[in-house]
């Protein structure tokens, strides 16, 4: 590795020089292949059944550091859940273009067909805790680290197109009003309580998604039959640096599938576990979920005329205004090695972009630029955690960041600034590196919301309509089953109102 750079490659511990297990007489086990176990200082274990003692029945000393080593460790082998989405399953797969958008970006996993690039793909539930059932009444995440030759792109998207608020200030209080209530502590991984309808209630901008919500989609059969949405607009910059918006959508192959609601409450009972488990089986016997990835695309211009704001993400745009492209696929074909490693230290965010793609306005985007690399600072402990494999890049990269908690690499040289002089191999930008659109935004400073994004009825009603009758009922069954939970009448009687506004028949 050359001298002060950072590359992609990973310190391998313990060094080449001393593989563990059979550097040496001591840790070569006598006529067996497993190697032998060792302190994490790599010292050879005689005992890991009894604890060092003063005589068979006397106290345990403090000298024993083999125990102190293990308890140690034990204790301190939970970390903080995710503060949303703590439940997940996730899998590695690769993505494959099949039809270039070359002429509307320089993102090469956007431009180079056939290609497959790694991915790795986390489902989850919002509400719940980290040991909470699969299958609740829920949106689910859809979380996508594609590894590209330009650096890691992360699609955070979930399997509803919209979302409940238009403005990241109001982030925190939709989630401190979902999870369980703060003095009783439940319900766990659920919505029919008080605290989430007395602010659904006098959010009306949420219910567009509370139609989604209440529908089928969000009691999916199976993590393979659901689709995943980018929700917000993004841009796409070509190399002449024009702009066109995308919105992103993954289409599974399996159709898009769902319980109804006696069923998953008996699937709940039954196994806590259903879709990791359905996930985990259908990957092991080899028949691989897979989905499509189609965009819309739309300039400036058109989206001035659309009915709505594209930028306010309480709005899909219809596929009758914008249709859907197929673009590329999405195959899932091996599970983790080890659930903590991978699944649980995966860090999603979606500010993670290669040159070419870039972000829009939309205010709940913009806040979600923030807060990912924040939280994970606290959940994974430092600075350092794009080194655990899982995060890390597959090509090359290089900076002078240095030092923090947990660095795994040993930069060398004396350079860790820029400019410098001293050193030949030290990193340097580039022009073809990562550029923002130069869009001209103007306008008076102010904690202001748009008057375009003030319609919070069109599109639920919309939403509403295009369902089959069924579908109608199981939605209508699944708001009288939430409001018989809540307690406070004028919250249920604040709720019907909204809804009267959306049809009459609710
Ligand atoms: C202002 C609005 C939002 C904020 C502040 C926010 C914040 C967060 C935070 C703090 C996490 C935990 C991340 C971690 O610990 O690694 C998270 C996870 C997640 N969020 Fe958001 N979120 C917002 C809106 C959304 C929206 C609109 C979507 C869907 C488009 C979404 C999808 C996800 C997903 C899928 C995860 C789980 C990622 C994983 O699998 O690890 N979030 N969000």
Known sequence: ??????????????????????????????????????????????????????????????????????????????????????????????????????????????????????????????????????TPRDVRGFAVKFYTREGNWDLVGNNIPVFFIQDAMKFPD????????????FPQAASAHDTFWDFISLMPESMHMIMWAMSDRAIPRSLRMIEGFGVHSFRLLNEAGESTFV?????????????????????????????????????????????????????????DAFPFDHLDPTKIIPESL?????????????????????????????????????????????????????????????????????????CPFANHQRDGHMQMQVPKGRVAYDPSSLQEDSPRETPAGFRSHASADDGRKGRTRAESFADHYSQARMFFRSLETPEQAHLASALVFELSKVETLKVRVRTVSHLRNIDDSL
């Open 247 to 303: 919105k992103f959508h993954w289409r599974p192959k399996l159709g898009i599938q769902s319980t109804v609601w006696d069923e998953a409450l008996k699937l709940q009972s039954a196994d806590n576990d259903f879709h990791r488990r359905d996930l985990f089986e259908a990957i092991q016997r080899g028949d691989f979920p897979e989905w499509e990835l189609a965009v819309q695309l739309f300039t400036e211009e058109e989206a």
């Open 174 to 185: 939709l989630v401190h009003a979902v999870k369980m209530e703060p003095d009783r502590a």
């Open 322 to 394: 914008v249709p859907l492209q197929v673009i590329g696929r999405m195959v899932l074909d091996r599970w983790p090695d080890n659930f903590f490693a991978e699944t649980e230290q995966v860090a999603f965010c979606p500010a993670n972009v290669p040159p070419g793609i870039d972000f829009s306005n939309d205010p709940l985007l913009q806040g979600r630029l923030f807060s990912y690399l924040d939280t994970q600072l606290l959940r994974l402990g430092g600075p350092n955690f794009h080194q655990i494999p899982v995060n890390a890049p597959k």
């Open 1 to 134: 590795m050359a001298a002060s750079k950072q590359t992609g490659k990973r310190a391998t511990t313990p060094p080449e020089s001393h593989p563990r297990g059979n550097g040496d007489e001591l840790h070569q086990q006598a006529g067996g292949s497993h190697p032998v176990m060792t302190t994490d200082q790599g010292i050879p274990v005689a005992d890991n059944q009894n604890s060092l003692r003063q005589g068979p029945r006397g106290p345990t000393l403090l000298e024993d550091f083999i125990l102190r080593e293990k308890i140690t460790h034990f204790d301190h082998e939970r970390i903080p859940e995710r503060i949303v989405h703590a439940r997940g399953s996730a899998a590695h797969g690769y993505f494959e273009l099949t039809r270039s958008l070359a002429a509307h970006t320089r993102a090469r996993i956007l431009t180079e067909v056939g290609v497959k690039t790694p991915v790795f793909t986390r489902f989850s539930t919002v509400a719940g805790g980290a040991g909470s059932v699969d």
